[in-house]
């Protein structure tokens, strides 16, 4: 009997420091305070409680539960006492000597804002820093090489912004030494940063990506502008690319007949497709296509075989495909690539459109423009609707 009460005991006690030690990913009550608007994003919620704001990035893995909360508190702010607050995912203490708010629950990420010295580790939010004139705040990225945006490439050159070597193991070393006060990272399910979660420096996890919507994943740009002091400047790209999306939209709504859409191309003997429920599957049926290759539930790159590619999408009407070459493909080189892409129709009929990103910044500007990649695949789908558009991304692929 005793060693059954024992065995109790035992067991509940794990049960209550599992519950403590995953406290900061379970879904908690909302708390206190006025909502910010959020139209499309399904990740995000964000409650404006005076003395600072609690940030809940939602999991997108794990519906039920909570990815990340920050409480983003003005920096300089004279109110109350200091707390100590876990920094990371594995429930470490970062000491915070300044004086904060009262009522921030003690589960959260405590972020000085604006930040001043950020580490960013991929070039899309690098690229969103500049349009939204916070590239001054940017300390460090990763992988420079992939960096094309001329003003990036300005302040590399000038030492200014350093590389800290790659996104998946950058160095941690050199991120500490550059003062750096956030690092913005692309997570992934189960994802552990390793070292970096020991340095106390807040990991802001950029999930955008796994968004259902275009506008949704355009949407971050409110909390990325609140963390560099450029709310502003965030809210009004946001509206923009909101109404010039939303005015496309219906300018294909009455269009009764969508053309059969097939995307990218074969990878070894894998054939990566956005799902129908990622970002890009959705963003293509909202220019009109008829999208039905990749299955609706899948919300991110969907790998499939060759097989249910020929099966799905041998007849499609239009084919656009994304690579990364030093020179442009044409109908020839495509096919030295793969001959089975002469089974498809779009190549026969010369109906391929492409975008090489290795010579156009489509990763790093279509994430938060949006609207111009669906004016993009508009034009091809229906170039009678936008007859003197020049489209930025893909242009048809040379005999």
Same mark, same amino acid.
């Given at each position: 009997?005793?060693?059954?009460? @024992?065995?109790?005991?035992?067991?509940?006690?794990?049960?209550?420091?599992?519950?403590?030690?995953?406290?900061?990913?379970?879904?908690?009550?909302?708390?206190?305070?006025?909502?910010?608007? #959020?139209? =499309?994003?399904?990740?995000?919620?964000?409650?404006?409680?005076?003395?600072?704001?609690?940030?809940?990035?939602?999991?997108?893995?794990?519906?039920?539960?909570?990815?990340?909360?920050?409480?983003?508190?003005?920096?300089?702010?004279?109110?109350?006492?200091?707390?100590?607050?876990?920094?990371?995912?594995? !429930?470490?203490?970062? &000491?915070?000597?300044?004086?904060?708010?009262?009522?921030?629950?003690?589960?959260?990420?405590?972020?000085?804002?604006?930040?001043?010295?950020?580490?960013?580790?991929?070039?899309?939010?690098? /690229?969103?820093?500049?349009?939204?004139?916070?590239?001054? @705040?940017?300390?460090?990225?990763? &992988?420079?090489?992939?960096?094309?945006?001329?003003?990036?490439?300005?302040?590399?050159?000038?030492?200014?912004?350093?590389?800290?070597?790659?996104?998946?193991?950058?160095?941690?070393? #050199?991120?500490?030494?550059?003062?750096?006060?956030?690092?913005?990272?692309?997570?992934?399910? !189960?994802? *552990?940063?390793?070292?970096?979660?020991?340095?106390?420096?807040?990991?802001?996890?950029? /999930?955008?990506? #796994?968004?259902?919507?275009?506008?949704?994943?355009?949407?971050?740009?409110?909390?990325?502008?609140?963390?560099?002091?450029?709310?502003?400047?965030?809210?009004?790209?946001?509206?923009?690319? @909101?109404?010039?999306?939303?005015?496309?939209?219906?300018?294909?709504?009455?269009?009764?007949?969508?053309?059969?859409?097939?995307?990218?191309?074969?990878?070894?003997?894998?054939?990566?497709?956005?799902?129908?429920?990622?970002?890009?599957?959705?963003? =293509?049926?909202?220019?009109?296509?008829?999208?039905?290759?990749?299955?609706?539930?899948? *919300?991110?790159?969907?790998?499939?075989?060759?097989?249910?590619?020929?099966?799905?999408?041998?007849?499609?009407?239009?084919?656009?495909?994304?690579? *990364?070459?030093?020179?442009?493909?044409?109908?020839?080189?495509?096919?030295?690539?793969?001959?089975?892409?002469?089974?498809?129709?779009?190549?026969?009929?010369?109906?391929?459109?492409?975008?090489? /990103?290795?010579?156009?910044?489509?990763?790093?500007?279509?994430?938060?423009?949006?609207?111009?990649?669906?004016?993009?695949?508009?034009?091809?789908?229906?170039?009678?609707?936008?007859?003197?558009?020049? /489209?930025?991304?893909?242009?048809?692929?040379?005999?």
């Amino acid at each position: 009997m005793r060693h059954s009460l @024992r065995q109790s005991t035992f067991f509940l006690f794990v049960v209550v420091s599992f519950s403590l030690l995953t406290g900061c990913h379970s879904n908690v009550g909302k708390p206190e305070g006025t909502p910010v608007k #959020m139209e =499309y994003s399904r990740l995000l919620d964000i409650v404006d409680c005076g003395s600072y704001r609690l940030v809940t990035i939602n999991d997108p893995w794990k519906t039920d539960r909570v990815l990340h909360r920050y409480a983003l508190v003005e920096r300089n702010s004279s109110k109350q006492e200091s707390i100590s607050s876990p920094s990371q995912k594995d !429930g470490s203490h970062e &000491e915070v000597s300044d004086k904060l708010p009262d009522g921030i629950p003690p589960e959260v990420t405590v972020v000085k804002v604006p930040l001043e010295r950020i580490c960013v580790s991929t070039s899309v939010h690098t /690229a969103l820093m500049q349009k939204l004139g916070a590239l001054g @705040r940017v300390a460090s990225i990763c &992988e420079s090489k992939y960096m094309l945006n001329p003003a990036v490439q300005a302040e590399i050159k000038k030492g200014r912004i350093k590389d800290v070597g790659s996104g998946l193991n950058p160095s941690v070393e #050199m991120i500490a030494q550059l003062r750096t006060d956030a690092l913005l990272m692309s997570p992934f399910e !189960g994802a *552990s940063y390793g070292l970096l979660e020991k340095t106390g420096i807040p990991i802001i996890e950029c /999930a955008d990506y #796994m968004e259902t919507s275009a506008l949704g994943r355009a949407e971050w740009m409110k909390f990325y502008g609140m963390l560099v002091g450029c709310e502003a400047e965030a809210n009004a790209l946001f509206e923009e690319v @909101r109404d010039n999306y939303n005015s496309l939209k219906a300018l294909v709504a009455k269009e009764k007949k969508h053309p059969k859409l097939l995307a990218d191309l074969l990878s070894g003997n894998t054939w990566y497709m956005p799902g129908g429920g990622s970002c890009y599957g959705a963003l =293509y049926k909202d220019a009109g296509a008829d999208y039905n290759i990749a299955s609706d539930k899948a *919300s991110g790159s969907q790998p499939l075989s060759l097989e249910s590619v020929l099966l799905g999408g041998r007849d499609a009407d239009v084919w656009i495909i994304k690579y *990364s070459r030093p020179e442009n493909f044409t109908y020839a080189s495509l096919l030295q690539e793969n001959t089975i892409y002469s089974e498809f129709v779009p190549f026969r009929e010369h109906h391929i459109y492409g975008c090489n /990103a290795l010579l156009t910044p489509f990763y790093e500007e279509v994430p938060f423009r949006p609207d111009i990649l669906l004016k993009d695949i508009i034009s091809i789908l229906y170039p009678n609707l936008l007859p003197d558009y020049k /489209a930025v991304y893909y242009s048809p692929l040379l005999v």
